[in-house]
């Protein structure tokens, strides 16, 4: 059974950082991961993502670029999102995504969500 668990939410201040984990279980491989963030009334937006064959190519929306890093660990098939100078346009809640293979062999992809960690920016 896949899972993804989130952890690394909560309240910060702004200018602040914060580093969410997402970590992903009952899989054969990763193809690719990322968050998206949605703030009620709106749509879910990609924030950042990371194709964790080859080279790692990393993707982020214009709003988080410089601020925000994605990174991976494939021994441990987690995904990081470090979020530094945090704004309160930042607060939303933030969901892992990912594309995974559950089987050897398997040519195709599953997508799956984790359940969201909700982020407050906020004095």
């Known amino acids: 059974q896949v899972a993804l668990v989130e952890s690394g939410g909560g309240l910060v201040q702004p200018g602040g950082s914060l580093r969410l984990s997402c970590a992903a279980s009952g899989i054969f491989s990763i193809k690719a991961m990322g968050w998206y963030r949605q703030v009620q009334g709106k749509e879910r937006e990609l924030v950042a993502n990371?194709?964790?064959?080859?080279?790692?190519?990393?993707n982020y929306a214009d709003f988080v670029k410089d601020r925000f890093s994605i990174s991976r660990d494939n021994t441990k098939n987690t995904v990081y999102l470090q979020m530094n100078s945090l704004k309160p346009e930042d607060t939303a809640v933030y969901y892992c995504?990912?594309?995974?293979?559950?089987?050897?062999?398997?040519?195709?992809?599953?997508?799956?969500w984790g359940q969201g960690t909700q982020i407050t920016v906020s004095s």
């Open positions: 990371i194709i964790t064959t080859g080279g790692g190519q990393t």
């Open positions: 995504y990912g594309q995974f293979y559950l089987d050897p062999g398997d040519e195709v992809v599953y997508d799956y």
